[in-house]
Nanobody, 126 residues
Framework: QVQLVESGGGLVQPGDSLRLSCAAS????????MGWFRQAPGKEREFVAA????????NYADSVKGRFTISRDNAKTMVYLQMNSLKPGDTAVYHC???????????????????WGQGTQVTVSS
């Protein structure tokens, strides 16, 4: 079992930065792949980024590549999403998610993740 709690969302202007944090508990955290997804009103949940338990070769959606950075600290059982050059299109509820390293689902597929946080709202508006 893994419990996830996100924080760090807020209202920012275009071009600003935010860092989201995800506090995880549960013994499986250190071996799980961790992901960030987002969901805007009226839209489906969308993959943002993911990182394996080793922290190597993170994956990003094309829409955030070069602007967002995912990282993790296994000792602190934390996952982060550094978001730079934010755009209005980044407005959404951002969810942290966890899945087994043995999952055969594509890393970007929400269905492959077993545990989800409640989410944190990010609003980018002038």
């Amino acid at each position: 079992q893994v419990q996830l709690v996100e924080s760090g969302g807020g209202l920012v202007q275009p071009g600003d930065s935010l860092r989201l944090s995800c506090a995880a508990s549960g013994r499986a955290f250190t071996t799980n792949t961790m992901g960030w997804f987002r969901q805007a009103p009226g839209k489906e949940r969308e993959f943002v980024a993911a990182i394996t338990w080793t922290g190597s070769s993170p994956n990003y959606a094309d829409s955030v590549k070069g602007r967002f950075t995912i990282s993790r600290d296994n000792a602190k059982t934390m996952v982060y999403l550094q978001m730079n050059s934010l755009k209005p299109g980044d407005t959404a509820v951002y969810h942290c998610a966890s899945r087994s390293k043995w999952s055969s689902w594509p890393i970007s597929a929400p269905g492959g993740y077993d545990y989800w946080g409640q989410g944190t709202q990010v609003t980018v508006s002038s």
